[in-house]
């Protein structure tokens, strides 16, 4: 059974940086692409990001290219970092880290009826 851990969610002021992290279990032995997704109060989920396991293919959605990055431990494959920079309050959501367990490498899915594993989400709060 996979499971998944995020941490490093918290409050943080409007242009600051945050970085999320996602621990899968390795007990499995399974190799599989993971992503992130967000909720914002009263809205639905969204893709976030996205890298298979090599980390060669990742995807990011246009909502927050250019100020958010994922990566790969390069050593540490269960480990998925997302690197957020210049926050905004419309970011403020729960985070949930996802595996899609039928992706190793390749195009990464932004559906989220694609991702088999789930995290329980850290909360991001951008205020001031």
């Known amino acids: 059974q996979v499971q998944l851990f995020e941490s490093g969610g918290g409050f943080v002021q409007p242009g600051g940086p945050m970085t999320l992290s996602c621990t899968a279990s390795?007990?499995?032995?399974?190799?599989?692409?993971m992503g992130w997704f967000r909720q914002a109060s009263g809205k639905e989920r969204e893709f976030v990001a996205g890298?298979?396991?090599?980390?060669?293919?990742?995807?990011i959605a246009d909502s927050v290219k250019g100020r958010f990055t994922i990566s790969r431990d390069i050593a540490k494959k269960y480990i998925v970092h997302l690197q957020m920079s210049s926050l905004k309050p419309e970011d403020t959501a729960g985070y949930y880290c996802?595996?899609?367990?039928?992706?190793?490498?390749?195009?990464?899915?932004?559906?989220?009826?694609?991702?088999?594993?789930w995290g329980r989400g850290t909360q991001v709060t951008v205020s001031s």
């Open positions: 890298a298979d396991w090599n980390g060669a293919n990742s995807a």
């Open positions: 996802a595996g899609d367990l039928n992706v190793q490498v390749g195009p990464l899915s932004w559906m989220e009826d694609d991702y088999e594993a």
């Open positions: 390795e007990r499995t032995g399974l190799a599989y692409a």
